[in-house]
């Protein structure tokens, strides 16, 4: 089992920056990638960003390549998500998630993130 937990959501205005941060405990061995998802009201899950375990192994969503960084720890056990230039139509609540290959197995609660003037 991988338990994760979220933290860094938050409210603020466009064009301001979060940092999210997911640290995953449990069997950290069990998986290579961490990726981070977002749901909207009334939409579905959709990916963001994910993770290998090297840092030039990652892959973004189109909606945020260019504003989102992501990155890993040394220990690859925690993620974490630069979100720079946040606009309205990224309000979501984010999860993050890990797993191997395609699949997610294990993922978190999830961290609001509301913008917005």
């Known amino acids: 089992q991988v338990q994760l937990a979220e933290s860094g959501g938050g409210s603020v205005k466009p064009g301001e920056s979060l940092r999210l941060s997911c640290a995953a405990s449990?069997?950290?061995?069990?998986?290579?990638?961490m990726a981070w998802f977002r749901q909207a009201p009334g939409k579905e899950r959709e990916f963001v960003a994910r993770?290998?375990?090297?840092?030039?192994?990652?892959g973004y969503s189109g909606l945020v390549k260019g504003r989102f960084t992501i990155s890993r720890d040394s220990a690859k056990t925690t993620v974490y998500l630069q979100m720079n230039n946040l606009k309205p139509e990224d309000t979501a609540v984010y999860y993050c998630a890990v797993g191997s290959g395609p699949r997610y197995n294990y993922w978190g609660q999830g961290t609001q993130v509301t913008v917005s003037s």
């Open positions: 449990g069997r950290t061995d069990s998986f290579t990638n």
């Open positions: 993770s290998g375990r090297s840092s030039r192994d990652t």
